[in-house]
């Protein structure tokens, strides 16, 4: 069975400090992995995703995540936050090409 | 390269009537998703379809949702007839195959009353 598990549902930072939002996935086997981004009233937008390429993945925005198959994590982060960067966060797992999984999502505030 | 289109935008019905969404996929996507995100919460599958056919139905309200995509491009999602807890964004997304990622469009957000 595929699950993913975001294992904070709100995050806060101030601007200019790193961003660490953490997922947890399980797989019965190799995934692929995405986070998405879904700011308010907007659809979701990829951020970057993981299949089975480098381990660690850089995306938009400055963002980038690594897949560590040992800790079945993808934990998302970026140096330093921004105000733009407040939204809602999705890490998503597939499997057999073109089924996904979502985890509950992680919000997180940018404090000024 | 056009992306995942929807209409409406937004929807306000009463309990008890009828709405239906549309989703135009990117061009070439064969698979073709409907997911319903309630306020705080992720995305659920509704239905995947693969071309015109049904890969996934299995969380769809089969009493009162239905979806269709007669030829294979554009889909249609149906409510009948609505209920308060309905309330949501409905999003459409597609899936490119050679990229193995889903394209979401913007989502169609329905209120009912």
């Known amino acids: 069975a595929q699950s993913v598990t975001q294992l904070d549902s709100h995050v806060s930072v101030s601007e200019g400090t790193p961003v660490l939002l953490r997922c947890n996935y399980s797989s019965s086997y190799s995934p692929s992995l995405f986070w998405y981004v879904q700011h308010p009233n907007k659809g979701l937008q990829l951020l970057l995703k993981?299949?089975?390429?480098?381990?660690l993945v850089k995306g938009i925005n400055g963002f980038e995540a690594e897949f560590k198959k040992s800790e079945t994590s993808f934990h998302l982060t970026k140096p330093s936050a921004h105000m733009s960067d407040a939204a809602e966060y999705f890490c998503?797992?597939?499997?057999?090409?073109?089924?996904?999984?979502f985890g509950t999502g992680t919000s997180l505030t940018v404090i000024p | 390269e056009a992306g995942v289109a929807q209409s409406p935008r937004y929807k306000i019905i009463e309990k008890r009537q009828s709405v239906a969404f549309w989703c135009n996929p990117i061009s070439g996507h064969a698979t073709l998703y409907w997911y319903q995100q309630i306020l705080g919460q992720g995305p659920k599958l509704l239905i995947q379809?693969?071309?015109?056919?049904?890969?996934?139905d299995s969380q769809l309200p089969k009493d009162r949702f239905s979806a269709e995509r007669l030829k294979g491009v554009d889909s249609t999602l149906k409510i009948q007839p609505a209920k308060l807890e309905d309330s949501a964004v409905y999003l459409c997304a597609s899936w490119d195959r050679d990229q193995e990622t889903q394209y979401f469009g913007p989502g169609t957000r329905l209120l009912v009353l």
């Open positions: 998503v797992v597939s499997v057999v090409g073109n089924q996904f999984y």
């Open positions: 379809f693969q071309n015109n056919g049904v890969v996934d």
């Open positions: 993981y299949t089975s390429a480098a381990t």
